[in-house]
């Protein structure tokens, strides 16, 4: 199995698609804009039947180019790499560091995509695929790009250890908008690799992770908390973030602190320095509860302890 590797080199779960499952998704995205396509040119020969040759020639290029070209750039684009094809086959297109792809990743596929698929009926992109160690044709190569299964067993995916205890939920006030989702992938990834890397490699590995997110959050590391524990406790701040906002468990976060859930536990309130007389109450003799000179202040209650 070929594995990605993040800039930190982080080794990532995604599997590379393989050119059977490629291909049928290719299938069936050419023949949903192909279907497309004819739909829309049959409704431009009815709409151009008025028109001369030239310009229903313009029209049918037009047509071409948008349906054949440009929707499936546009549909990449939105929906980050999932094409109808891919989608029904479980792939996805990310860019080589695991993150998702953008305009123009989906631009540079598209343009050689007409040269590699529509032109050539594929023959150049599957010849690319099979020369390619991950299954990539020459418009991922050039755009940086690959193909990977998304659909994954659980039982293939990685453990990501929890934080310890006396961790969990202290960085639960850390502003984590501006952590990229790239940089979550590799972190989570790092955290179930971990123990298969070599102790001194992993520890350096931790201490960049850490610093990339500690840099996002504007909030250093704490002193004495080890990076491979630091990141796993943002992690699951994250998790539980996520989880609040999609089962609707936001007032959680409003309650106080319980000592050993792992939050912070509020000092006791401060307690004025202005002495307060207690009120009359019997006293047992020899009891130094009392300040001294209390009982001179004190009314007498008329009660006379037993012998």
């Known amino acids: 199995m070929s594995e990605l590797v993040t800039g930190e080199a982080v080794a990532l779960e995604l599997r590379p698609a393989k050119l059977p499952s490629r291909g049928l998704a290719v299938l069936l995205d050419l023949a949903a804009a192909v279907t497309v396509y004819v739909l829309v040119t049959l409704g431009l020969v009815a709409a151009t039947a008025s028109l001369d040759e030239a310009a229903r020639t313009a029209v049918s290029i037009a047509s071409f180019v948008l349906v054949l070209v440009g929707a ?27 993150g998702p792809i953008r305009f123009r990743h989906a631009l540079v596929r598209g343009l050689l995509g007409v040269i590699e698929i529509l032109m050539t009926f594929g023959v150049v992109a599957c010849i690319a695929s099979l020369v390619s160690a991950r299954g990539r044709r020459l418009g991922d190569v050039f755009a940086g790009t690959l193909v990977v299964r998304e659909r994954v067993p659980a039982a293939q995916g990685g453990f990501v250890p929890p934080p310890p205890p006396w961790l969990a939920g202290r960085f639960s006030g850390l502003d984590l908008s501006a952590v990229p989702d790239g940089l979550w992938l590799a972190v989570r990834q790092y955290l179930t690799r971990m123990r298969q890397l070599d102790p001194q490699v992993g520890w350096s590995m931790a201490e960049r992770l850490a610093s990339d997110v500690a840099g996002r959050t504007g909030a250093p590391v704490p002193p004495g908390v080890p990076p491979a524990m630091y990141l796993a406790a943002v992690l699951q701040e994250r998790q539980t973030r996520e989880a609040q906002r999609t089962f609707g468990g936001g007032g959680a976060a409003a309650s106080p602190a319980v000592p050993g859930r792992g939050g912070p536990v509020l000092p006791p309130p401060a307690v004025s320095p202005t002495p307060v007389s207690p009120p009359a109450s019997p006293v047992a003799p020899g009891s130094n509860s009392e300040a001294p000179g209390a009982s001179a202040e004190r009314p007498a209650t008329g009660f006379v302890p037993p012998a």
Do not use: Q, Y
């Open 72 to 98: 499936p750039i546009l549909v990449e684009t939105l929906t980050h790499g999932r094409s109808l094809g891919k989608l029904a086959c479980g792939l996805r297109v990310v860019r080589d560091d695991g």
